[in-house]
C-alpha cells in the first residue's frame, strides 16, 4: 500500500488527511451534506454498534459498504472507571463541536500529518468517521507532571517534564487501564498490535502532542497531559481515532491556570460545564449557540 503523504482538500472547508490512496473517497463530501440534511434526531436512530461511556457509535446510513461510522457524544459524564457518573445536559453538543474544531485544526497543521479517523461534524452531536478497529490500548502523554503520574510516585502536581513522557496502557476498566513496564509486552504477550505498529502509534503520538501543544497555545491554553486511541482503518493502517476533549485532556488557561477539563468533576474542584464552556470560547466556538443546537 503506497503511502502518498496528501493532505486532501475537499470542496470547501471539508477537509481531512488522508494518507493513503486507498482510502480517498471522491464523493465523501456529498455523503457529509446528506447526513447533515438528516438531522441529528434521524442520525440517533442509526442502528448502535458500540456503547460506550462517553459515546454511541452506529451505522453510517447511506453507506453500505460500510467504511464509515457515525460517532454520537453522550451527555454522560464518568470518572474513576465509571464509579462516578453524572449527566449534564449539552455535554455531548459541547465536546463534540470541541473535539471537530480540534481535529480540523489538527488537519490544517501543515506539520502534522497523522492520519485520523475523523472526517466532518455532521450533526449537534455527530461526526462522521473512518470505521476502525480500535486496538484496546490508551497512550498518555504528559507534558506536566499531574494526575496519576504524581499518585503513583509521588510527584509534586505542576512539574515540569523536559521531553513529553508516554505511557502505554491496556484499555481495560476492569483492570483500571493498567501501564505496561515494557512495550514488548502488548506485542509479544497479549499481540495487540505488531512492533512495527507500536513504532508508528509512538511516531504518531510525538506528532500529535507537537501540534496540539501548538494548537492549544494559540488559543490561550496549556496542554499538560492527555490520552490518545488508535485504531486499524479498513485496509490495516493506523489512524489516531476517538476524540480531543476536556474528557481526554487536561488542559488550563496559560496566564490564568484555570481549569478546563473533566479534573473538575473528577475531584469536585469547580462545575464542569463551566470548564467545557470556557475552552469552548477560547477556541473560538459560540458556546451558547452549540448548546442551542446551533453548530455550524
Ligand atoms: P491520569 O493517568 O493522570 O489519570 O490521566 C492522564 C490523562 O489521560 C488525563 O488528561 C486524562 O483525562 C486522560 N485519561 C487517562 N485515562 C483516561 C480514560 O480512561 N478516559 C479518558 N477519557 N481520559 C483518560
Known amino acids: 500500500m503506497g503511502l502518498l503523504g496528501l493532505k486532501v482538500a475537499l470542496g470547501d472547508g471539508l477537509r481531512h488527511f488522508i494518507l493513503l490512496e486507498e482510502y480517498m473517497d471522491p464523493k465523501i463530501e456529498v455523503l457529509a451534506n446528506a447526513l447533515q440534511e438528516m438531522g441529528e434526531e434521524v442520525l440517533s436512530r442509526a ?40 449527566e449534564r ?3 455531548g453538543r459541547l465536546n463534540c463541536a470541541i473535539s471537530s474544531r480540534l481535529w480540523q485544526e489538527l488537519n490544517a497543521d501543515y506539520e502534522a500529518t497523522a492520519p485520523i479517523a475523523f472526517i466532518a461534524q455532521v450533526s449537534p452531536t455527530h461526526q462522521l468517521m473512518h470505521r476502525v478497529d480500535i486496538i484496546s490500548l490508551e497512550i498518555i502523554v504528559r507534558n506536566e507532571a499531574h494526575g496519576s503520574l504524581c499518585k503513583r510516585f509521588g510527584i509534586e502536581p505542576g512539574t515540569p517534564i523536559p521531553r513529553p513522557l508516554i505511557e502505554v496502557g491496556l484499555k481495560n476498566d476492569a483492570l483500571h487501564d493498567p501501564f505496561f513496564s515494557h512495550l514488548a509486552i502488548p506485542v509479544e504477550i497479549m499481540g495487540l498490535l505488531t512492533s512495527d505498529e507500536m513504532h508508528t502509534i509512538l511516531n504518531l503520538t510525538e506528532e500529535v502532542n507537537d501540534g496540539l501543544r501548538r494548537i492549544y497555545l494559540g488559543h490561550g491554553i496549556k496542554l499538560l497531559d492527555f490520552k490518545l486511541e488508535f485504531g486499524r482503518l479498513r485496509y490495516g493502517d493506523i489512524a489516531v481515532a476517538d476524540e480531543i476533549t476536556g474528557d481526554t485532556c487536561r488542559l488550563v488557561d496559560a496566564q490564568t491556570g484555570e481549569k478546563l477539563d473533566k479534573d473538575l468533576f473528577r475531584f469536585d474542584t469547580g462545575d464542569v460545564m463551566t470548564g467545557y464552556v ?4 477560547r477556541l473560538g466556538l459560540d458556546p451558547e449557540a452549540i448548546l442551542q443546537g446551533r453548530w455550524c
Open 47 to 86: 442502528p448502535l454498534i458500540y456503547e460506550g461511556k462517553a459515546k454511541r457509535v452506529r451505522k453510517c446510513p447511506n453507506n453500505s459498504q460500510g467504511a464509515y461510522v457515525l460517532m454520537e457524544f453522550k451527555d454522560s459524564l464518568t470518572a474513576f472507571d465509571a464509579v462516578k457518573r453524572d
Open 89 to 91: 445536559a449539552g455535554k
Open 278 to 281: 470556557g475552552l469552548a470560547q
